[in-house]
């Protein structure tokens, strides 16, 4: 019999997507066998089986824990209206500077290619990703602390484009004091500059 994970199943299957995403940003997904999620666990590798059918099936289970660290924003308050300020603080709040989660992170958007479960999905987080920003943008709006003839889906994208390009160049070894001062500066030119830095 295999040894089952001692606790109860929701409990259990999370704590297997957690060990799996931890040997996965160590290993990338191809190097990772079962066995090696299981032994990072400490259970037999049948265990898992109880809980997830294949390889795939956790992958999949995976991709759902690795959203874009931006859908946070849906969850905060943040302790200023000032539109450059917000800008800053993204970086700060939701930015993951491990190069490691980021290679993963891209290898299951590349997945994606030929992988129909997880492109539905990426294509799902995504779309709920705009919208979350564009929601946010538009409240802003309304408070008088954007610019009312921007495009709140237009900023979106572009905030969403900047940031996973970001995230890319953490991957190929850009630093960090190098990735803040380019997400500031990037700020600026969207928000219209140093010297009106409050509306878009």
């Known amino acids: 019999m295999p040894k089952v994970v001692p606790e109860y199943k929701e409990e259990a299957k999370k704590r297997i997507i957690a060990a799996g995403i931890d040997v996965m940003s160590e290993k990338g997904y191809s190097q990772t066998t079962m066995e090696d999620i299981a032994a990072h666990?400490?259970?037999?590798k049948g265990a898992l089986y109880l809980?997830?059918?294949s390889k795939d099936d956790l992958i999949f289970e995976s991709a759902k824990n690795m959203q874009s660290p931006l859908c946070g924003m849906s969850m905060i308050t943040f302790p200023t209206s000032d539109a450059f300020d917000i800008w800053s603080e993204i970086l700060d709040n939701f930015m993951p500077f491990e190069p490691k989660i980021n290679a993963l992170y891209f290898e299951m958007i590349a997945m994606a290619e030929h992988n129909p479960k997880i492109r539905d999905l990426s294509i799902k987080n995504l779309m709920d990703e705009i919208e979350m920003i564009e929601h946010k943008i538009a409240s802003q709006q309304q408070k008088g602390h954007v610019r009312a003839d921007?495009?709140?889906?237009?900023?979106?994208?572009?905030?969403?484009?900047?940031?996973?390009?970001?995230?890319?160049?953490?991957?190929?070894?850009?630093?960090?004091?190098e990735i803040s001062k380019r997400w500031i500066e990037m700020g600026r030119v969207i928000l219209g500059g140093a010297d009106d830095q409050s509306t878009l």
């Open 150 to 177: 921007v495009d709140p889906r237009t900023i979106a994208i572009a905030l969403i484009s900047i940031f996973n390009g970001l995230r890319m160049m953490i991957l190929l070894g850009m630093d960090r004091e």
């Open 41 to 44: 666990l400490g259970v037999s």
């Open 51 to 53: 809980y997830f059918k």
